[in-house]
């Protein structure tokens, strides 16, 4: 912001002082590009014009360079138009202002008409329109640009050979991009740069490794760009070694100073899982700039750190950070893991207030974040007013319509999507074979699975068959759910066999439940999870001595479950709950507002279902562990924190127990409250006594 007020302030003065000296007038022209105030420029261009200075060359270049990179395309060729002579210069900078904002297909039209002009490109021209062509996806158009740079001899400079290297690679012409890369007679750093870039965009990792490898064996010096793709191919192999290895080196020869670099640490860090490590580079950085900021909140919140990545987001923005969509994304992406609603709309409100309520990254993430944390409806508004839509975006809808029952919903957003010609991908699949699951389609779900490859090209996953099976299970059909195990074309994951034992822990099935148990036990000992459903397969069926044993395995191999709990927001702070849970402040007032409810629902007909305690015990003991369930303590907190006509958000890490499902639903038919509930699995809106899963769950 300073170097920006001190650039206006020089230029300022040249107008004023030196408003007819053509030296004084580019030099203001250029600070109004440096600090993005085109209307300065557009100030100088009037006095130009006043002093008769419109005429001159440098000057029309000057005006040609600032109108097209502030995406004044018109004004650009305006005055390109009144050039008396026109070199290549100036139609350079018409073509790089395009290329810079996004207006591919215009620069090429320029080169077109450039052409038409005499004028022959030159070694920054060519890298543009290679540039543009690469963007548009056109290999066909970049290629007749390579021959067009054999034919002026343009092909052996260094920056126009990287760029059509990097075109071949990022449209997946690997071939033509190793055999262009080998036809290099002097390769410098920047050859080097270009192949390590396109191998990290191919998914080619050991290919940028070897290359950064063969930089220092012939003798070359990797420079901050080479670093930054190195960490990138680090980062996405999984290889946090070598990318320590790096950051050593780059410590030795001084790169570790660079920001760029430190930014390439912070962020391969950061997808290594090392936060420690990200902290440490990120508090090293002297001048952090807008990036080291983003990479720091998203290592943050991409590994389970949310808070933390909030605070820091607080902390940018107290130290006059601008808020960028990436980091906007990030944050969103940490309140929809936190269920986080209030600080969600908190994000919103700036999104707004930042001029970034169209960028279709933080409008998708906008979307994520309110399926996730309760408010399905505001996902949908923001959905619809969203003036573009990507891929991304269309996953979270459905996934959110899935996530809160709304299964017609879910499957009509999946029939617009296809009618806006948005093909979609596995994700997709997934969001719509959950929706069939929750709503019980059985037939529907089936069909789209079975039509996955021939309708969208998209090939069976763990994921869609979990889906598939978890779908079976629900609707009881578990033998069905076996057979299609048995005849998957990969190999069963743990996702798969965990939807067969909770099909067969709902429906009784112990038999099965065992063998699907033994499955999961095989591939995993020791998530305590597994062991959870099965015995709970077990006490749900009466056989207590099963369930011991596998309750005395757990304790003999050191398998410990987390406890069960329920928390709710209140203002500004979160209230965790446990089952009996006596640490409460406010427990009297808890445990009388249970009481009172008790009477009023057994007034409307409410009897215990005491089959969801799995524990041996007499049916008046069993009665009295059910009724103080940790999301049922949560609840009455939150009927005695809110008011009317607010609803009470609840989360739970564990599934919602049958018994505490029809508390809830006759809770907000005789108090006339809205409840929305967030187990591990999906949300269930309760009102007027009835729940969005209608009892299918």
Not at 32 to 50: E, F, V
Not at 589 to 617: C, H, N, S, W
């Amino acid at each position: 912001m300073r170097s920006g007020t001190t650039l206006l302030q020089r230029a300022g003065k040249q107008l004023q002082l030196l408003h007819t000296d053509p030296r004084a007038l580019a030099l203001s022209v250029s600070s109004a590009l440096d600090c993005q105030l085109p209307s300065l420029g557009q100030a100088a261009h009037a006095t130009i014009i006043k002093c008769g200075h419109h005429s001159l060359f440098f000057l029309a270049t000057h005006l040609i360079n600032l109108y097209s990179k502030s995406d004044l395309q018109d004004d650009a060729r305006a005055v390109l138009g009144l050039m008396p002579q026109r070199d290549v210069v100036p139609w350079t900078a018409l073509i790089a202002g395009s290329v810079q904002n996004g207006r591919f297909a215009a620069a090429l039209e320029h080169f077109r008409e450039m052409q038409a002009d005499g004028v022959l490109p030159n070694d920054f021209t060519l890298p543009c329109l290679i540039k543009a062509s690469s963007s548009l996806g056109s290999t066909i158009t970049g290629k007749q640009l390579h021959g067009y740079s054999i034919k002026v001899g343009l092909d052996t400079d260094v920056f126009v050979s990287c760029s059509i290297y990097d075109l071949y690679a990022k449209c997946g012409c690997l071939a033509d991009a190793c055999q262009l890369f080998d036809e290099i007679p002097h390769k410098s750093v920047v050859s080097w740069n270009a192949l390590i870039s396109g191998s990290v965009v191919n998914g080619r990792q050991e290919d940028a490794m070897w290359a950064f490898r063969e930089i220092r064996r012939v003798g070359e010096y990797p420079n901050s760009i080479t670093f930054c793709g190195f960490l990138n191919a680090c980062s996405d192999a999984s290889a946090p070694l070598q990318g320590m290895q790096a950051h050593g080196y780059a410590v030795k020869v001084g790169f570790d100073r660079d920001v760029s670099v430190a930014n390439g640490l912070v962020d391969f860090y950061g997808k290594c899982q090392l936060v420690g490590a990200s902290a440490k580079v990120f508090d090293s950085i002297k001048e952090a700039n807008v990036v080291s900021w983003s990479s720091m909140v998203a290592s943050c919140a991409q590994n389970g750190c949310e808070e933390e990545a909030l605070r820091l987001f607080c902390r940018a923005r107290r130290e006059g950070v601008r808020p960028t969509e990436f980091m906007v994304s990030s944050i969103l992406s940490g309140c929809a893991r936190l269920a986080g609603l209030r600080e969600g709309r908190w994000m919103h409100c700036l999104v707004f207030k930042s001029g970034l309520d169209e960028n279709v990254y933080v409008g998708s993430a906008l979307v994520d974040m309110y399926g996730k944390s309760g408010s399905i409806w505001d996902a949908d508004q923001v959905f619809y007013e969203m003036p573009e839509r990507n891929l991304i975006t269309w996953n979270a809808m459905i996934s959110g319509y899935s996530q809160h029952g709304y299964v017609n919903e879910a499957l009509s957003t999946f029939e617009a999507m296809q009618e806006e010609s948005v093909a979609p991908n596995y994700i997709t699949l997934v969001c719509v074979l959950s929706a069939c699951s929750h709503g019980g389609l059985v037939d529907t779900g089936l069909s789209f699975f079975n039509s996955m490859y021939e309708k969208y090209g998209i090939r069976s996953r763990a994921e869609h068959y979990a889906c598939v099976v978890d779908l079976l299970c629900r609707a009881g059909h578990l033998e069905r759910a076996h057979n299609m195990i048995k005849t998957m074309s990969i190999a069963p994951t743990a996702s798969v066999w965990g939807a067969l034992l909770g099909g067969c822990r709902v429906h009784g099935d112990v038999t099965l439940g065992a063998e699907a148990a033994a499955q999961l036990f095989a591939l995993d000992r020791h998530d305590p999870g597994n062991h959870v459903l099965l015995y709970n397969m077990y006490a749900a069926s009466g056989r207590w001595e099963e369930a011991t044993v596998v309750r005395e395995e757990m304790k003999n191999g050191g398998i410990r479950k987390g406890p069960g709990c329920s928390w709710i927001s209140v203002k500004d702070g979160v209230h965790v709950f446990h089952v009996k849970d006596r640490s409460h402040p406010r427990t009297a007032e808890i445990y009388a507002m249970l009481a009172k409810l008790r009477e009023q629902m057994r007034a409307a007909g409410y009897v215990p279902d005491t089959k969801f305690v799995l524990f041996d015990l007499e049916e008046e003991e069993k009665e009295s562990q059910l009724w103080y369930h940790s999301e049922k303590l949560a609840l009455a907190f939150g009927l005695m924190s809110t008011e009317q006509g607010i609803p009470i958000r609840i989360t739970k890490n564990l599934r919602v127990c049958g018994d505490c499902h029809s508390v809830f639903k006759f809770v907000s038919g005789i108090l006339q409250r809205e409840i929305i509930l967030r187990d591990n699995n999906r949300f269930h809106h309760f009102s007027e006594g009835r729940c969005s899963c209608r009892d299918y769950w």
